[in-house]
């Protein structure tokens, strides 16, 4: 097996472990689309996540964090998520909840 094939089988493992449920109860899916033998990771998306409005909120916020973890990833990418992760970033802290300390 290649040094690139063991990586994506690490990948998937990795999907299947801790993303697929997850996804699978939305109706949708990511599978590994290529690994390159850099550790560059493109995604791709299936179901009803190829035309969620929320895609690349999953993807920043669930889905490549956990890639990334996987030992050899150098990046993550998507085809079909077009937005930067700095603007993912800002829409989730502007719809997390407000923690309020309690009045004495």
Do not use: W, Y
Not at 16 to 32: C, M, N, Q, T
Not at 55 to 68: D, E, G, L, N, Y
Request: proline residues 6%; charged residues 20%; positive net charge.
């Amino acid at each position: 097996m290649t040094a690139n094939g063991d990586l994506q089988q690490r990948v998937d493992a990795a999907i299947r472990e801790h993303i697929a449920r997850f996804l699978d109860s939305h109706g949708g899916a990511v599978a590994s689309a290529a690994v390159t033998s850099d550790g560059d990771v493109t995604l791709q998306f299936d179901g009803a996540c190829r035309a969620c409005p929320a895609v690349a909120a999953t993807f920043f916020s669930k889905v490549a964090p956990i890639v990334r973890a996987v030992p050899g990833v150098r990046s993550v990418h998507a085809p079909n998520v077009n937005v930067s992760e700095a603007a993912v970033t800002r829409i989730l802290a502007l719809s997390a909840p407000v923690r309020r300390t309690p009045e004495r």
